[in-house]
């Protein structure tokens, strides 16, 4: 299936792209589970008060006419001293149930919107290496292969 042919087909899913708002706290948990990051419904909708006010993100989602999520995407103003400015999705997750629909490509879009509203000139995102579908869907929409790397977190002692 093209990529065109999948855009196309979500317009035909009676889905709906709008920015998030707090009561969609309990979906984007439900999809984060489903990503492999499961957390509480409080920690959800914490997560939210804080993203959604912020002038350097955007939180977009899709819903569906049951009123249910079919995905979710997080981008962000990136500012590092080691680079100009750009955006990065955060976060992209698509409902399991409705894959290569064109969700993902339309969420996709939404973020591409915001970073060139805010005369951002690249746009970023980072995929784990055990996502391989991930792996073929960036290029199949534009995007190349930078770089990898290896990511490293340590818990510190409160």
Known sequence: MTEARSA??????????????????????????????????????ECLEAVLPSQDDALYVAECDNSKLAGWAHIQTRELISSQSFAEIV????????????????????????????????????SNVIRPEAHAFYPGIGFKLAKTQHSYSKTLDQ
Do not use: H
Not at 10 to 39: H, K
Not at 94 to 122: H, M, T, Y
């Open 8 to 45: 196309s087909e979500a317009s035909t899913l009676n889905i709906v792209f709008r920015e998030a708002c707090l009561s969609d706290a309990a979906e984007i948990v439900r999809l984060c589970a489903q990503w492999g990051y499961p957390m509480s419904e409080q920690r959800g909708q």
């Open 91 to 126: 976060g992209i997750v698509v409902d399991e149930s409705i894959r290569r629909k064109g969700v993902g490509k339309s969420l996709v879009e939404k973020c591409e919107a915001w970073a060139i509203a805010k005369r951002l000139p690249e746009l970023w995102v980072k």
